[in-house]
């Protein structure tokens, strides 16, 4: 069967990655029928380097999130597969010729994406080179038939969307996992590392942490959601690494009295993670071990404090209700629903947006 793709790149400020992102794109060893970069909201010089490709561009203003330039994406494009791509991803060449090759094997597949390549795209530091080497470790030992779609290099049959409806632009975070719960239950999920893309990634340790921390804030929903479905998401930590790390936190206001329990927990750290410091020695050489180990214990101590805050704000509202509302309150609530029902479709109306091709 044959098929013919777009390939949709939602873009904010994304001047520096674009044009190596488009450079992959253009040089695909499949054909691709057509190519719409979405720009949403860029105020750097985003829309004049895709002018620079013969893709059709989209703007749109103001800056409504990657959800909504998705859904743009979708709206315009006429191919039979959407190839959805980051902006600050580059593409391996024959990504899109082995993900239609997969979704062609298997009818009931409905979406095939792809790992994060172990080099970043541009090298900014140790920072990076940590987050990148993780992200490939993770996605590789998942690849196989999955229950969670990440979307930022990912093939999907159109007809999914006509089904399912695009993605809700209530999300600028974790939207792929809202997505996925809606995905999973009726067509296959593929992960594999024949897509891969070098992706730029932070490569400052504290807005590493920030993202991190605020990403986490949805972690415990999620998983409840998908445990309510019967389904399991794929996760970037082990279980053994995020419970050793916790332990170490916990046992450190203890460290003047019990030395040994903080350092156990470390200890318990390092071999909960034994087989990804491995594989970071052999791409790295062992004197990268130190620094990767203690940005990923920071990370998960992010991701940890993250969590916390999003399971504590999940369970304030349900005792709310299991209690009631306070005198007084209910016509307060009533109005505070209405109001950001109707911001959510008085922004949708109000938003900007053009076409245009760039030849």
Known sequence: MTFSVSVVIPAHNSAR????????????????????????GSTDRTAEVARGYPCTLIRRTPNRGVSAARNAGIAAATGDILFF?????????DSVANALEILAADPACGCVHGVIAPEPLFDDGPVERYRVLHAHWWRVRGAGVVETAFFAQ????REVFERLGGFDERLRDSEDLEFSDRLAPHYRIVLTDRVAARHDEEHRLWPLLAETFRRALVLVPALASARRGGRRNLTANSPASVATAAFTLATLPLAPWYPVLPVAGLLGFCAANGRLLRFVARRRGPAFLPFFTGVHFLVITALLGGAAVGAVRMLLPA????????????TATGTGSGSGTATGSGTATGTGTGTEAAR
Request: a negative charge; glycine letters at 6%; charged letters at 20%.
């Open 319 to 330: 005792r709310r209700a299991a209690t009631g509302p306070e005198p007084g309150t209910a």
């Open 154 to 157: 990912a093939a999907v049959r």
């Open 85 to 93: 791509l980051d902006s600050d991803e580059a593409l391996t060449p």
């Open 17 to 40: 990655t674009l044009g190596a992102c488009l450079d992959s794109v253009y040089a695909q060893t499949a054909p691709v029928h057509e190519v719409i970069v979405v720009d949403d």
